[in-house]
Protein backbone atom coordinates (compact mmCIF):
# COMPACT_ATOMS: atom_id res chain seq x y z
CA UNK A 1 0.00 0.00 0.00
CA UNK A 2 1.28 3.56 -0.48
CA UNK A 3 2.27 5.46 2.14
CA UNK A 4 1.76 9.09 2.26
CA UNK A 5 2.87 9.70 5.55
CA UNK A 6 6.65 8.48 4.80
CA UNK A 7 9.19 11.05 4.43
CA UNK A 8 10.77 9.20 1.45
CA UNK A 9 8.54 10.39 -1.51
CA UNK A 10 11.12 8.53 -4.41
CA UNK A 11 13.49 5.81 -4.10
CA UNK A 12 15.66 5.02 -6.89
CA UNK A 13 18.08 2.42 -6.57
CA UNK A 14 20.67 1.45 -9.59
CA UNK A 15 17.69 2.18 -12.08
CA UNK A 16 18.78 1.70 -15.55
CA UNK A 17 16.80 1.85 -18.80
CA UNK A 18 18.43 -0.05 -21.71
CA UNK A 19 16.96 0.90 -25.44
CA UNK A 20 19.16 -2.54 -27.39
CA UNK A 21 22.56 -1.79 -26.53
CA UNK A 22 22.37 1.99 -25.78
CA UNK A 23 21.98 2.79 -22.43
CA UNK A 24 19.44 5.64 -21.32
CA UNK A 25 20.08 5.68 -18.21
CA UNK A 26 22.60 3.68 -15.72
CA UNK A 27 22.69 2.75 -12.13
CA UNK A 28 20.77 5.76 -11.09
CA UNK A 29 20.01 6.54 -7.43
CA UNK A 30 18.03 9.02 -5.82
CA UNK A 31 15.71 9.44 -2.53
CA UNK A 32 13.94 12.72 -2.35
CA UNK A 33 12.13 12.92 0.82
CA UNK A 34 8.95 14.91 1.82
CA UNK A 35 9.67 19.24 1.54
CA UNK A 36 12.87 18.54 -0.64
CA UNK A 37 13.34 20.29 -4.05
CA UNK A 38 15.67 18.56 -6.34
CA UNK A 39 16.92 19.21 -9.70
CA UNK A 40 17.96 17.05 -12.45
CA UNK A 41 20.78 18.73 -15.06
CA UNK A 42 22.13 17.83 -18.06
CA UNK A 43 22.34 18.13 -21.92
CA UNK A 44 19.96 16.92 -24.63
CA UNK A 45 19.93 12.94 -24.21
CA UNK A 46 21.62 12.94 -20.80
CA UNK A 47 18.85 10.71 -19.37
CA UNK A 48 16.35 13.33 -17.43
CA UNK A 49 13.58 12.67 -19.61
CA UNK A 50 14.02 8.69 -19.38
CA UNK A 51 14.06 9.29 -15.84
CA UNK A 52 10.86 11.65 -15.62
CA UNK A 53 8.88 8.08 -18.32
CA UNK A 54 10.31 5.83 -15.69
CA UNK A 55 8.74 8.28 -12.78
CA UNK A 56 5.57 8.05 -14.80
CA UNK A 57 5.58 4.67 -15.52
CA UNK A 58 5.50 5.08 -18.94
CA UNK A 59 9.13 3.69 -19.63
CA UNK A 60 10.12 0.29 -17.97
CA UNK A 61 13.17 0.25 -16.35
CA UNK A 62 15.47 -2.08 -17.69
CA UNK A 63 17.09 -2.67 -14.11
CA UNK A 64 17.39 -1.35 -10.34
CA UNK A 65 14.21 -1.02 -7.84
CA UNK A 66 12.05 2.61 -8.00
CA UNK A 67 9.18 3.42 -5.55
CA UNK A 68 6.98 6.33 -5.76
CA UNK A 69 4.81 6.93 -2.32
CA UNK A 70 6.47 3.40 -1.24
CA UNK A 71 4.80 1.57 -4.76
CA UNK A 72 6.49 0.66 -7.99
CA UNK A 73 5.74 2.92 -11.15
CA UNK A 74 5.32 -0.10 -13.22
CA UNK A 75 2.89 -2.14 -11.26
CA UNK A 76 0.74 0.71 -9.93
CA UNK A 77 1.25 3.75 -12.06
CA UNK A 78 -2.70 4.77 -11.89
CA UNK A 79 -2.36 4.87 -8.07
CA UNK A 80 0.82 7.17 -8.21
CA UNK A 81 -0.67 9.59 -10.60
CA UNK A 82 -3.49 10.30 -8.22
CA UNK A 83 -0.66 12.08 -5.75
CA UNK A 84 1.27 13.32 -8.75
CA UNK A 85 1.24 16.75 -10.48
CA UNK A 86 2.98 17.64 -13.74
CA UNK A 87 4.40 20.17 -15.67
CA UNK A 88 4.96 18.46 -18.94
CA UNK A 89 7.98 20.91 -21.45
CA UNK A 90 4.81 20.97 -23.98
CA UNK A 91 2.09 23.01 -22.53
CA UNK A 92 -0.50 20.37 -24.54
CA UNK A 93 -3.61 22.13 -23.70
CA UNK A 94 -6.99 22.37 -25.91
CA UNK A 95 -6.40 25.29 -28.17
CA UNK A 96 -10.44 25.27 -28.87
CA UNK A 97 -12.07 25.02 -25.23
CA UNK A 98 -12.00 27.85 -23.02
CA UNK A 99 -9.85 28.10 -19.79
CA UNK A 100 -12.20 26.84 -17.23
CA UNK A 101 -13.34 24.21 -19.73
CA UNK A 102 -9.79 23.07 -20.31
CA UNK A 103 -9.70 22.58 -16.35
CA UNK A 104 -13.09 21.31 -15.59
CA UNK A 105 -11.84 18.66 -18.39
CA UNK A 106 -8.26 17.75 -16.74
CA UNK A 107 -10.64 17.85 -13.34
CA UNK A 108 -12.83 14.91 -14.29
CA UNK A 109 -9.78 13.02 -15.89
CA UNK A 110 -8.41 13.42 -12.31
CA UNK A 111 -11.62 12.72 -10.56
CA UNK A 112 -12.67 15.11 -8.49
CA UNK A 113 -16.02 15.64 -8.45
CA UNK A 114 -17.95 18.66 -9.76
CA UNK A 115 -18.07 20.90 -7.08
CA UNK A 116 -14.77 20.31 -5.83
CA UNK A 117 -12.93 20.93 -9.29
CA UNK A 118 -15.29 24.09 -9.29
CA UNK A 119 -13.79 25.39 -5.67
CA UNK A 120 -10.26 24.39 -6.77
CA UNK A 121 -10.22 25.52 -10.22
CA UNK A 122 -11.22 29.31 -9.03
CA UNK A 123 -9.01 29.07 -6.40
CA UNK A 124 -5.79 27.85 -8.59
CA UNK A 125 -6.94 30.46 -11.32
CA UNK A 126 -6.84 33.14 -8.70
CA UNK A 127 -3.36 31.94 -7.00
CA UNK A 128 -1.90 32.26 -11.11
CA UNK A 129 -3.44 35.45 -11.74
CA UNK A 130 -5.42 34.24 -14.60
CA UNK A 131 -9.34 34.46 -13.09
CA UNK A 132 -9.85 37.40 -15.62
CA UNK A 133 -9.28 34.44 -18.28
CA UNK A 134 -11.78 32.20 -17.49
CA UNK A 135 -13.99 32.30 -20.43
CA UNK A 136 -11.12 33.19 -22.94
CA UNK A 137 -10.20 30.28 -25.20
CA UNK A 138 -6.58 28.92 -25.39
CA UNK A 139 -5.91 30.21 -28.35
CA UNK A 140 -6.51 33.85 -27.26
CA UNK A 141 -3.54 33.36 -24.18
CA UNK A 142 0.30 34.91 -24.29
CA UNK A 143 2.93 32.26 -23.64
CA UNK A 144 3.35 32.99 -20.07
CA UNK A 145 -0.44 32.58 -19.93
CA UNK A 146 -0.51 29.04 -20.76
CA UNK A 147 2.70 28.02 -18.75
CA UNK A 148 0.83 29.13 -15.52
CA UNK A 149 -2.21 27.59 -16.71
CA UNK A 150 -0.71 24.02 -16.81
CA UNK A 151 0.61 25.12 -13.57
CA UNK A 152 -2.84 25.31 -12.28
CA UNK A 153 -3.53 21.88 -13.89
CA UNK A 154 -0.84 20.17 -12.27
CA UNK A 155 -2.17 21.66 -9.02
CA UNK A 156 -5.86 20.36 -9.68
CA UNK A 157 -5.66 17.73 -7.87
CA UNK A 158 -3.54 18.75 -5.06
CA UNK A 159 -0.45 17.00 -5.74
CA UNK A 160 2.15 15.63 -2.84
CA UNK A 161 4.61 15.21 -5.70
CA UNK A 162 5.19 18.11 -7.76
CA UNK A 163 7.06 17.20 -11.44
CA UNK A 164 8.53 19.95 -13.62
CA UNK A 165 10.03 19.84 -16.89
CA UNK A 166 11.35 22.53 -17.81
CA UNK A 167 9.13 24.45 -16.54
CA UNK A 168 10.10 28.19 -17.44
CA UNK A 169 11.47 27.80 -20.78
CA UNK A 170 10.97 30.38 -23.20
CA UNK A 171 9.06 32.73 -20.38
CA UNK A 172 10.13 35.94 -19.77
CA UNK A 173 11.87 36.94 -16.42
CA UNK A 174 8.92 38.45 -15.21
CA UNK A 175 6.84 35.21 -15.56
CA UNK A 176 9.75 33.36 -14.18
CA UNK A 177 10.26 34.41 -11.05
CA UNK A 178 6.20 34.35 -10.58
CA UNK A 179 6.13 30.92 -11.16
CA UNK A 180 9.40 30.44 -9.29
CA UNK A 181 7.29 32.13 -6.03
CA UNK A 182 4.85 29.43 -6.86
CA UNK A 183 6.76 26.55 -6.34
CA UNK A 184 8.37 27.77 -3.19
CA UNK A 185 4.68 28.49 -2.18
CA UNK A 186 3.94 24.70 -2.90
CA UNK A 187 7.10 23.44 -0.70
CA UNK A 188 6.01 25.84 1.81
CA UNK A 189 2.86 23.67 2.56
CA UNK A 190 5.20 20.57 2.84
CA UNK A 191 5.08 19.53 -0.26
CA UNK A 192 7.82 18.17 -2.92
CA UNK A 193 9.25 18.92 -6.19
CA UNK A 194 11.43 17.49 -9.30
CA UNK A 195 12.49 19.61 -11.38
CA UNK A 196 14.64 19.75 -14.62
CA UNK A 197 15.74 22.65 -16.28
CA UNK A 198 18.35 24.19 -18.22
CA UNK A 199 18.47 27.34 -16.40
CA UNK A 200 21.47 27.01 -13.79
CA UNK A 201 20.08 30.17 -12.28
CA UNK A 202 16.57 28.76 -11.80
CA UNK A 203 18.52 25.04 -10.12
CA UNK A 204 20.27 27.87 -7.65
CA UNK A 205 17.07 29.43 -6.87
CA UNK A 206 14.57 26.40 -6.28
CA UNK A 207 17.03 23.62 -5.88
CA UNK A 208 17.88 22.06 -2.16
CA UNK A 209 20.08 19.19 -3.97
CA UNK A 210 21.52 18.92 -7.84
CA UNK A 211 21.83 15.64 -9.91
CA UNK A 212 23.83 16.17 -12.93
CA UNK A 213 23.36 13.71 -15.66
CA UNK A 214 25.43 12.86 -18.60
CA UNK A 215 25.29 10.52 -21.25
CA UNK A 216 22.55 8.71 -19.02
CA UNK A 217 25.17 8.54 -15.93
CA UNK A 218 25.25 10.70 -12.45
CA UNK A 219 28.60 12.85 -12.80
CA UNK A 220 27.94 15.19 -10.20
CA UNK A 221 25.16 15.67 -7.13
CA UNK A 222 25.23 18.40 -4.06
CA UNK A 223 23.59 21.20 -3.12
CA UNK A 224 24.14 24.22 -5.08
CA UNK A 225 26.63 25.73 -3.23
CA UNK A 226 28.55 23.01 -1.85
CA UNK A 227 28.81 21.71 -6.12
CA UNK A 228 30.13 24.97 -6.94
CA UNK A 229 32.90 24.94 -3.74
CA UNK A 230 33.78 21.41 -4.70
CA UNK A 231 33.96 21.61 -8.44
CA UNK A 232 34.76 24.88 -9.27
CA UNK A 233 35.52 27.20 -6.20
CA UNK A 234 37.07 30.74 -7.01
CA UNK A 235 35.72 33.56 -9.34
CA UNK A 236 35.41 33.59 -13.25
CA UNK A 237 36.84 36.42 -15.53
CA UNK A 238 34.68 36.51 -19.19
CA UNK A 239 36.76 37.92 -22.44
CA UNK A 240 36.32 38.31 -25.67
CA UNK A 241 38.25 35.29 -27.80
CA UNK A 242 40.61 37.98 -29.30
CA UNK A 243 41.97 38.70 -25.80
CA UNK A 244 43.00 34.60 -25.80
CA UNK A 245 46.44 34.78 -27.52
CA UNK A 246 47.28 37.66 -25.28
CA UNK A 247 45.90 35.94 -22.43
CA UNK A 248 47.39 32.55 -22.03
CA UNK A 249 50.95 33.70 -21.33
CA UNK A 250 49.88 35.19 -18.34
CA UNK A 251 47.78 32.32 -17.03
CA UNK A 252 49.02 30.27 -13.76
CA UNK A 253 48.99 26.29 -13.41
CA UNK A 254 46.23 26.61 -11.03
CA UNK A 255 43.87 28.70 -12.73
CA UNK A 256 41.17 27.48 -15.49
CA UNK A 257 40.42 28.28 -19.10
CA UNK A 258 37.51 26.99 -21.15
CA UNK A 259 35.84 28.42 -24.03
CA UNK A 260 32.15 29.49 -24.06
CA UNK A 261 30.49 30.54 -27.00
CA UNK A 262 32.32 33.36 -28.23
CA UNK A 263 34.29 34.50 -25.19
CA UNK A 264 37.14 32.53 -23.11
CA UNK A 265 36.58 32.36 -19.59
CA UNK A 266 38.95 32.42 -16.71
CA UNK A 267 38.99 30.84 -13.53
CA UNK A 268 41.31 31.72 -10.72
CA UNK A 269 40.78 31.08 -7.06
CA UNK A 270 40.85 34.79 -6.05
CA UNK A 271 39.17 38.17 -7.70
CA UNK A 272 42.51 39.94 -7.04
CA UNK A 273 44.04 37.60 -9.88
CA UNK A 274 41.62 38.57 -12.63
CA UNK A 275 41.84 42.21 -11.81
CA UNK A 276 45.85 41.92 -12.15
CA UNK A 277 45.72 39.91 -15.13
CA UNK A 278 43.79 42.55 -17.11
CA UNK A 279 46.66 45.45 -16.04
CA UNK A 280 48.56 42.82 -17.35
CA UNK A 281 47.31 42.38 -20.78
CA UNK A 282 45.72 45.61 -21.15
CA UNK A 283 42.12 44.24 -21.58
CA UNK A 284 39.08 44.91 -19.42
CA UNK A 285 36.57 41.45 -18.47
CA UNK A 286 33.63 41.71 -20.40
CA UNK A 287 32.02 40.03 -17.08
CA UNK A 288 34.02 39.49 -13.66
CA UNK A 289 31.90 37.21 -10.80
CA UNK A 290 32.02 34.25 -8.95
CA UNK A 291 31.68 30.76 -10.19
CA UNK A 292 28.15 29.14 -10.05
CA UNK A 293 26.64 26.79 -10.99
CA UNK A 294 27.34 26.70 -14.77
CA UNK A 295 30.55 26.47 -14.39
CA UNK A 296 29.96 23.16 -11.98
CA UNK A 297 27.96 21.66 -15.51
CA UNK A 298 30.20 23.32 -18.18
CA UNK A 299 33.05 21.03 -15.91
CA UNK A 300 31.00 17.96 -15.27
CA UNK A 301 29.64 17.45 -18.58
CA UNK A 302 32.84 18.52 -20.69
CA UNK A 303 31.20 21.22 -21.90
CA UNK A 304 33.50 23.99 -20.90
CA UNK A 305 36.06 21.83 -23.58
CA UNK A 306 34.21 22.58 -26.06
CA UNK A 307 32.42 19.56 -26.72
CA UNK A 308 29.17 20.08 -28.57
CA UNK A 309 25.75 19.06 -26.57
Not at 89 to 100: I, K, M, P, S
Not at 171 to 178: F, G, K, Q, S
Amino acid sequence: MSDLSSTAIIRARGVTKRFGDFAALQDFDLELNRGDCVGLLGPNGAGKSTLIGCLHGVVRRTAGTLEIFGLDPNTDARRIKQHLGVVPQENALDEGLTVQENMELYARFGGLTRATARTRIAELLAHMSLEHKRAATIKTLSGGMKRRLTFVRALLADPELLILDEPTTGLDPAVRHLLWEKVHAFRRSGRTVLVTTHYMHEAEILCDRIVILDRGAVVGRGAPRELIARETPGFVGVFPNQAAKALRPHLLPTWRDFPQGDHICIRTPHLEDLLTLQKAVGTQALQLRPANLEDVYLKLTGRELGHDE
